[in-house]
């Protein structure tokens, strides 16, 4: 999937410079249902002139381009990004709430799953250690089989209204690489410990306590454990911690990566490229 669907994907309705309304080509909104758009096209509707078409990815791509260079429409742009990063400090659930979800949501993934006849297909590549049923579980709604669930595929899940909690859950789990999809590690991670917080390792808990797509806030690396990595990394500074977060003394460096070799092994290639994303 390219890069400007997945970012598209992302919400029901996607509002570009105040202008342009977007929806998948599946939206139930009545003015989409009317022009009956193909499965590879976007329900497009120009606010300016009241026009609604269906537009090809490339199409769309051209049209976007075109508005974000436009300067007419860069404030009202950035208003938007401002409304939509306002709306995550909106936090409209606690913790305890957001985990007793995420235990129902196993517990659910759990009966389900020992329920479905047949063999469990195997998960892509991960190295997050991931049970059964919540991989199972996965892969049913991974309907493009990419290793990714965008906001698009999980929205069945969102829609049923009984349970407010679960959206705000499952953007939770989008805390490894902030992109709007959750990908295999985030979601076995996500649901490691929902049904045994008694059990929570620091790293993990600090790490699902705050909103990953809040500017600024700090995201832990932890181990397969759920305890923390030596090597932390935030907005220009890093420092050596032990597993339970504590920071060693006059450890911490500015605009490099510290020297925790003493504390741990040797930093691999993608350890380091992802402690330099954090600087």
């Not at 096209?41 to 974000?68: F, I, R, Y």
């Not at 493009?144 to 595929?153: A, F, I, V």
Request: aromatic share 6%; proline share 4%; net charge negative.
């Amino acid at each position: 999937m390219s890069l400007l669907l997945q970012v598209l994907l992302l919400c029901h309705v996607a509002i570009v410079a105040s202008r342009l309304i977007i929806l998948p080509n599946d939206a139930d909104e009545e003015w989409c249902a009317s022009v009956n758009c193909a499965e590879s096209e976007m329900c497009v509707m120009d606010t300016d002139v009241n026009v609604v078409k269906c537009l090809a990815p490339t199409e769309l791509s051209k049209l976007l381009q075109k508005q974000v260079s436009d300067p007419r429409h860069q404030t009202a742009g950035h208003q938007q990004h401002r409304r939509q990063e306002s709306s995550h400090t909106e936090n409209h659930c606690t913790r305890s709430e957001l985990m007793r979800m995420g235990g129902r949501l196993v517990k659910w993934f759990s009966d389900v799953h020992s329920k479905e006849a047949g063999v469990d297909h195997s998960l892509k590549i991960h190295s997050v250690a991931c049970r059964a049923d919540v991989g199972w579980m996965f892969n049913q709604w991974d309907g493009n089989n990419d290793g990714l669930l965008s906001m698009n595929e999980l929205r069945p899940l969102e829609r049923g209204g009984n349970e407010p909690c679960v959206k705000e859950f499952i953007d939770m789990c989008d805390d490894m690489v902030v992109d709007g999809a959750i990908s295999i590690d985030e979601w076995c991670d996500c649901f490691s410990f929902s049904d045994d917080l008694r059990h929570e390792p620091p790293c993990h808990k600090a790490k699902h306590n705050v909103d990953p797509h809040l500017l600024g806030v700090f995201l832990p690396r932890c181990d397969m454990e759920g305890f923390y990595k030596s090597e932390q990394c935030h907005e220009g500074h890093c420092w050596c911690v032990d597993r339970y977060g504590r920071e060693f003394d006059k450890s911490r460096v500015q605009n490099s990566l510290p020297d925790c070799g003493q504390y741990a092994s040797d930093l691999t290639e993608k350890d380091i490229a992802f402690l330099k994303a954090r600087m």
